[in-house]
């Protein structure tokens, strides 16, 4: 450990001289709060290396006209953990250990802090990258060759996507809600899951959900008296994208000692307290499967939040990006539509979103950046507004609407790929459930360490009883104490997990969101690696 | 103009009472407007099916509980012309054409109203598709047949983007300012076009250049306090992103007569003006080539334009998203980075960024939304914010990234595809110059029609003195008189374009955008079914 600050140091003076000036003093404080734990808590990453002629420049001292108080004061409330702090340090450590190999106890950086599956190896599933790759390529299709090296349902696929593309052009915006073709067969999987129709005109496709998230936002919020419900812990794109629209986030918490069980007490308990301090609430998101939670709804739970949000005249947000991520028995996926529509709720009864993504799933296509939001119950007026703000953008990318359409109408029984599709999809929700399963045991034997199970998502959200010298050395060093546990994580094994301080949690209470996404063969490697440090961590600062 | 609005408002009021009508009524009112010019102005397009559901229901009756009164007034006050009204009821004529062969004067609608090359049929650069064809379906790169149906210099290009990407996943999150080797080539094609240093981590590789437009809107604007200056007519992307995030646009006209100059005693009046009122100017924005004004920026111009945003403190926010469409030998391209540079302005002394697309140029690739912006002259702490703005939407999609990598660095002399390469690009250029000057020609043989030469990007902007009858009839039908001659140009020809109203225009004059993408082999018909219904609607209305 200690070589391995100097090292660190050295790398620094190192770097400061080959860097010119004004991020050096950041850099120092970054590099030490990487190898002492005693960072202040930024705000957010230093990523850059400053252009040669900025020298000497600092904020203070230049004449350039953009300061941080004259920006947008939104954009400074903003917070984004999953891609903040420990991630921008382990991008360091990373760039470091191709040079200084033998500094670090560990030889690789091991990312589980965001659910990125194919960045840690695995594959995407072959029919759907054929289609994308003759439909990008389409000279192919008119090649005796490509029969060899293609399956005949993604030569199939892909001839009936370029027959639904006004000129075939995959190249050429499309209308601002997507592909119409490809909407149709996002609707009829929708309505082949549900059992319940699904229109085509409700889609709006997207570059994956976020997009879809900002634009709901913009809708709904018009200024501070505007509230959002939402969970917490909570995936901090909602965070981000309330305080970036200027409304208030309502916080509902959701109860770790039933396995992150959704109370409609506390959302009564939540919404009343915000609407006595004069925030109209406007929505109420749902995250399920839950993020960072990990948490599947029961069906009759789902009926209470429809129900509360009827009743209460607030638009539900349905996130559920991780339909097809469910690993247990006990539980199973029910969209919100469908259970809205089961309790004989229509269109004007309630406002109702459903987020989806192509970057989770089996699939895990997050760099294609698709998804689509699944609009019902706004009158027509409001839905023109929604358009128009899709339409500002154009349209989202075309090979991410194709995926969408694949992912909600892949193979069926009978088509050339099924079997290879099945094989492959199977063995990647499998590996993941196993996997789940061995970290959920591995970080429930830890002293002082509590993990709900992950019924589904792809991550686990354990809680750390942390000795109090911990959190008085954390305080000392000016950071979160699930902050200085994450980075002395880091620094000592390699492994990246986000502190639950990024997703808020009860106070007083300490956690850290880990995906279950290392590749089967590595996990074995993780436990011990881990195991190993919170031993040493808890013998250190054991009260 | 007033009254105008006014009227709009109305009967913008008096629909949402009127219309329990989903859409079958809807859509026949529209359709009859389109026929008849008595369309009412809709704010936006009503495009969608109500589900089944809905029928009867209306926003004043529903118990939904968002109506236009409780949405952000921000998204209510945008607007989106290029989307709007008129290329509603094209495609609603589009439809009903597939039914009515008969009904109509022609026989296919004619899209004149947004720069969609690839919509219009212009084919994709080959050696890009090939490149992004092997980057989305892997596995081919390891089949012999490959080589038979692939350039050499394409297979070799594919794995060495691949070999950029941490693992070759081209389906997981990148950096969110892009895959760092991406960054390299495109910082590289900078160089080569400017022959000045660019610097990768300067790069934010974005989903085309409207959600960088966007970023640095939500970074410079707080209140209605903070300007922009933008150049009238302007491209409505700046309008509707000013008004989303709650800006003032202050307005700069560009000087019809001398060929749409950019007059710097103009920046300033407009400047003080502004000043006078209370508002912040924050940054300057300049189209060049532009939109829809179609101009090319004089260099010892363009160093005016840095020399104004350095004395008054502004950002220069460079819209150069048509840097590769120069059309006319007397006038060339240059980056406002590179004429900067030249004058000795380093990162201290200007804030600059450049907007690029890959949805223009000769290139066109629309559908596949990628782009990146050039950020130079930002202190660290406001750049770290920029990252910040980035993270939270993750990273753009990796297809568009790997194209705008390929627009920034295309094949080389000697590359297997250099020839085929060159010959694909100069015809598409060379063929867009010649339609520019056909249809330049024809427009200004109509009487009371002039227009300035189209010496880049994709439009023709005409001034069309429009006699006392049109602009009397147009008020009676409650419609700007631009818009009133573009749906009679719609209903009597097919062809699509945008009224000047949509862009903002010296009060009083009326223009329309016409793009000079159709097929060279449409343009002769174009220009005849132009001239003559431009010469019956004069007949018509002439005083």
């Known amino acids: 450990m200690r070589r391995f600050v100097i090292s660190q140091a050295k790398n620094l003076i190192d770097q400061t001289r080959r860097r010119p000036l004004p991020n050096h003093k950041s850099l120092r404080l970054l590099s030490l709060a990487a190898a002492s734990d005693s960072a202040p808590v930024l705000s957010s990453p230093r990523l850059f290396s400053s252009s040669s002629d900025m020298s000497g420049s600092d904020s203070s001292s230049s004449s350039l006209p953009v300061t941080l108080d004259s920006i947008n004061p939104k954009v400074l409330k903003c917070e984004y953990a999953v891609r903040g702090e420990i991630v921008n340090i382990a991008q360091r450590l990373q760039e470091d250990l191709k040079i200084n190999k033998d500094a670090y106890p560990f030889d690789e950086i091991i990312y589980c802090n965001i659910g990125n599956p194919q960045s840690l190896g695995q594959q995407p599933i072959t029919f759907f990258r ?10 192919l299709l008119d090649e005796s060759a490509t029969h060899g090296l293609f399956s005949s349902d993604s030569i199939d696929r892909a001839w009936k996507i370029l027959d639904q593309i006004p000129g075939k052009a995959t190249g050429a915006y499309s209308h601002s809600q997507g592909i119409k073709g490809l909407r149709d067969a996002i609707a009829a999987g929708i309505e082949a899951r549900d059992g319940f129709p699904a229109d085509p005109n409700d889609i709006f496709m997207t570059d994956g959900a976020s997009p879809g998230v900002h634009m709901m936002m913009q809708l709904l919020i018009s200024s501070e008296k505007d509230g959002i419900l939402c969970p917490i812990p909570q995936y901090p794109l909602y965070s981000a994208s309330i305080a970036l629209h200027g409304g208030s986030l309502v916080p ?9 069980g959704l109370e409609i007490s506390e959302l009564k308990k939540q919404l009343e307290e915000a609407r006595s301090k004069g925030i109209t609430v406007r929505a109420l998101a749902v995250i399920n499967p839950g993020n960072p939670t990990g948490q599947v709804l029961a069906e009759e739970n789902q009926r209470e939040i429809v129900d509360f949000c ?37 269109e004007k009864d309630i406002c109702l979103v459903s987020f989806q993504s192509i970057s989770k799933g089996y699939y895990g296509e997050c760099g294609k950046r698709g998804g689509y939001m ?16 899709a339409s500002v953008n154009l349209c989202s990318n075309i090979s991410g609407q194709i995926l969408a359409s694949l992912v909600m109408s892949p193979p069926k029984p009978g088509d050339d790929s099924y079997d290879s599709y099945i094989a492959e999809k199977e063995g990647i929700l499998s590996s993941l459930a196993k996997r789940a399963k061995t970290l959920e045991e591995a970080l429930n034997k830890l002293e002082g360490v509590t993990c709900n199970r992950a019924e589904g998502a792809m991550y686990l959200f354990p809680c750390i009883n942390l000795p109090q010298k911990a959190i008085a050395a954390a305080e000392a060093a000016k950071t979160a104490p699930d902050a200085f546990y994450c980075k002395r994580l880091l620094n000592a094994t390699g492994i990246v997990v986000v502190p639950g301080s990024g997703f808020r949690q009860v106070p007083g209470t300490w956690h850290f969101r880990c995906t279950i996404l290392p590749q089967e063969d590595k996990i074995p490697a993780i436990v011990n690696r881990l195991t190993e440090f919170h031993k040493s961590f808890m013998d250190e600062f054991r009260d």
């Open 130 to 139: 054929e289609v994308l790759a003759l439909c990008s390529h389409t000279a």
């Open 310 to 346: 009827k009743k209460e005249g607030l638009v539900l947000l349905a996130d559920e990006v991780y339909q097809e991520n469910v690993y247990v028995p006990d539980k199973k996926f029910h969209s919100f539509k469908k259970v809205a529509r089961s309790m004989g709720y229509g």
């Open 374 to 389: 699944e609009v019902t119950g706004f009158t027509s007026d409001v839905r023109e507004q929604i358009y128009k703000l």
């Open 252 to 260: 509902y918490y959701l109860d770790e000692a039933s396995g992150w």
